[in-house]
């Protein structure tokens, strides 16, 4: 589903940490954006812990992705995201640096933005294997630029990214 009578729209979010306790940083955005009118949850990934990237001299990361459906416009889901990463005190220091918790707007429907403050798709989504490999786990056949998720992810470096969590659930484990 990319839009629905009512207006809502599937979007894909990517969801990262590394200081703290990245899982439950993570569950509790997640049920953040859940608990809002405007957004539902419709599945997340397993909980995979991942090499960093970028900026390799700091610890592992835990990754996730999340397909969610939302009367949010692109904008708004961003502003959305960036008011609970402030909630949780997350401090934006250096590019690809540690972080409580990162959460990005992948897709919004077939649309495609590109702005100074919101791309979609999310111009490196292709290119990563933290993000390709969580999101395959929901939406597999997703079209991203042409290509199927599945498709991107034949060809991505999936390398030292293991499963912390295969249950689709964890992030409503973690907190309860």
Request: net charge negative.
């Amino acid at each position: 589903m990319l839009t629905s009578e009512d207006g809502a729209v599937s979007a894909t979010l990517g969801l990262g940490g590394n200081i703290g306790d990245p899982a439950t940083a993570m569950a509790q955005a997640l049920m953040t954006i859940d608990a809002r009118d405007d957004c539902e949850v419709l599945a997340v990934s397993k909980l995979y812990r991942t090499p960093p990237w970028g900026m390799t001299e700091q610890a592992d990361f835990y990754n996730c992705c999340a397909l969610v459906t939302t009367t949010l416009a692109p904008f708004d889901l961003l502003a959305a995201c960036l008011d609970i990463e402030r909630e949780m005190k997350r401090v934006r220091k250096e590019r690809w640096g540690p972080r409580t918790i990162d959460i990005d707007v992948l897709t919004y429907g077939d649309h495609k933005v590109n702005t100074e403050t919101l791309h979609v798709p999310h111009p490196r989504m292709t290119e990563r294997g933290f993000v390709l490999l969580p999101l395959s786990d929901i939406a597999a056949n997703l079209l991203v630029d042409g290509k199927s998720v599945g498709e991107w992810l034949r060809d991505a470096d999936i390398s030292g990214i293991t499963v912390a969590d295969a249950n689709a659930d964890w992030w409503r484990r973690v907190i309860s």
